[in-house]
């Protein structure tokens, strides 16, 4: 139902796109057989700037795969489902992360679109504050809330509530280093710069993701707590690094 409901709704709205398109009422937007052909320069910009995230959502996505795989190992019963639960619950505070880093990459872009360095830089740094103070402030309620909100997903379920409580917390520790990833990477995008985000992440998540998580399992000392214990170091880690390179400012010199 869920799956069937989504792709409807991709469908629809694919349609309305088009019907607006097509009859040249979304603010003046409008195409034709000319329009429609094949340009070269602009094709050489698209893949330019879009090849490097193609290969970098690809990877990750097997990287989360694998890291899935580690947790279904667990000896812990039940291990998968409360990741699954815990990840939910996460999902109320980075979901509203990644709204304002769509904000953060298009008024990134805007602004060096119009020659204006210092206001993408302002941009950016105003977004990367909001979402750290929201995801935060999200991540205190998933401490002192964790039962209530565990219990709402997975009514009399001791069990789940017993693996998923601890994660939240180191949930909630990991909300700053969250925002900033997730802000200062979708504006770096948004600039143009998605060589620099596919090296760096990548760099970090196959050393936590996959050597340590991979490690962790093989000497058999792994938990769910302790593995989410490393998907937040790969958090933090990374954190650091885009602020570094956020404050060094080549991003803003990314060629589009």
């Known amino acids: 139902g869920i799956a069937s409901g989504t792709v409807c709704g991709w469908i629809a709205g694919l349609l309305v796109a088009v019907l607006l398109v097509g009859r040249g009422?979304?603010?003046?937007?409008?195409?034709?057989?000319?329009?429609?052909r094949l340009h070269a320069e602009t094709l050489?910009?698209?893949?330019?700037?879009?090849?490097?995230?193609?290969?970098?959502?690809?990877?990750?996505?097997?990287?989360?795969?694998?890291g899935?795989?580690?947790?279904?190992?667990?000896?812990?019963?039940?291990?998968?489902g409360a990741h699954i639960l815990a990840i939910r619950v996460e999902s109320m505070s980075?979901?509203?992360?990644?709204?304002?880093?769509?904000?953060?990459?298009?008024?990134?872009?805007q602004y060096l679109g119009a020659g204006s360095r210092e206001m993408a830089v302002k941009a950016v740094r105003?977004?990367?504050?909001?979402?750290?103070?929201?995801?935060s402030a999200i991540g205190v309620f998933f401490v002192f809330g964790r039962e209530l909100l565990i219990g709402w997903m997975a009514p009399d379920s001791e069990l789940h509530l017993k693996l998923a409580a601890p994660l939240l917390i180191v949930c909630a520790l990991a909300q700053p280093f969250?925002?900033?990833?997730?802000?200062?990477?979708?504006?770096?995008?948004?600039?143009?710069?998605?060589?620099i985000v596919m090296r760096w992440s990548f760099g970090s998540m196959i050393f936590y993701r996959v050597i340590v998580l991979w490690a962790m399992g093989h000497f058999g000392v792994?938990?769910?707590?302790?593995?989410?214990?490393?998907?937040?170091?790969?958090?933090?880690?990374?954190?650091?690094?885009?602020?570094?390179?956020?404050?060094?400012?080549?991003?803003?010199d990314a060629r589009v």
């Open 25 to 36: 009422k979304s603010d003046g937007l409008h195409w034709s057989r000319e329009s429609l």
């Open 44 to 66: 050489k910009r698209i893949i330019r700037v879009g090849a490097p995230q193609s290969l970098e959502i690809a990877m990750m996505w097997l990287i989360h795969a694998f």
């Open 68 to 80: 899935i795989k580690v947790i279904a190992g667990l000896k812990d019963e039940g291990a998968l």
């Open 94 to 109: 980075f979901l509203p992360g990644f709204a304002i880093a769509t904000a953060a990459a298009a008024l990134a872009g």
């Open 126 to 135: 105003l977004s990367w504050m909001s979402a750290v103070f929201l995801m």
């Open 178 to 195: 969250f925002a900033t990833c997730i802000i200062l990477k979708t504006s770096m995008r948004g600039a143009g710069a998605t060589h």
């Open 222 to 252: 792994a938990t769910l707590t302790r593995v989410w214990m490393v998907l937040s170091l790969d958090l933090f880690t990374q954190a650091l690094i885009f602020a570094r390179l956020h404050f060094r400012g080549k991003w803003l």
